[in-house]
């Protein structure tokens, strides 16, 4: 499965008011006739919901954790400074496990996959991270955006790298008591956008390539 690159770009275009080059006194000249440049409009950014904050705050707090221990590991293997440059900036970040982030029958799906993997004759269906959408991650990944209702959370998270967006993932998540969990990952090249992460593996696994 290939995992495109996403670069949003943005395009903002100014009115030149233009004037004539004939003098004209002061006594004639007349400001009606003057065009008045255009002002753009800046709209306030929409303030978030109680459950629209915390599922942002949840969603980044598990990425800044993911992606320290990604970028940690790279640089234990020697891959690039770079690498440990960026562990070093999430270093103190709380950490967290899967099995706080992760609805039980997605971790269960999850963990299908990795068994076929480890499995002498088997290989597993992911041949990418599944929460970065990618084999080569942007060392910092950012909650751009989320929605919330009826207790479920979409949101919208970039890789970044060098101040530009790249891998997209749209994690899905839901509310049970006080805590959040994801319970499907989107991606912007899917076959299915509906099924995700979640979708897949179920195919997968129907097709009998993963233990049941």
């Keep these: 499965m290939t995992i495109s690159k996403w670069i949003a770009t943005t395009a ?8 004539s080059c004939r003098k004209t006194s002061p006594a004639t000249q007349t400001t009606a006739s003057q065009p008045q440049p255009t002002v753009a409009r800046v709209e306030p950014e929409r303030q978030l919901s109680p459950d629209e904050r915390s599922c942002k705050e949840f969603v980044q707090k598990f990425y ?6 990604v970028m940690a ?13 960026e562990a070093a900036k999430l270093g103190s970040v709380e950490k967290m496990s899967i099995e706080q982030v992760l609805s039980p029958k997605l971790k269960k799906l ?30 910092k990944f950012v909650v751009e955006s989320v929605q919330v209702k009826n207790r479920r959370c979409d949101a919208l998270v970039n890789g970044i ?24 990952f989107h991606y912007d ?3 299915d956008l509906v099924s995700g992460l979640m979708g897949e593996l179920k195919s997968f696994r129907d097709d009998g390539k993963n233990p049941k």
């Design 12 to 19: 903002i275009l100014a009115v030149v008011p233009l004037t």
């Design 64 to 69: 800044d954790s993911y992606v320290q221990g």
């Design 73 to 85: 590991g790279f640089c234990n293997h020697g891959q690039d400074a770079e690498s440990c440059k």
């Design 110 to 139: 999850l963990d299908e996959d990795q068994a076929a993997t480890a499995k002498e004759d088997g290989v597993g269906y992911l041949d990418f991270d599944p929460y970065l959408a990618s084999q080569d991650p942007s060392p």
């Design 161 to 184: 790298q060098d101040g530009k967006k790249e891998e997209k993932v749209m994690p899905e998540l839901a509310k049970t008591g006080e805590k959040w969990r994801f319970v499907n």
């Design 189 to 191: 090249d899917s076959d």
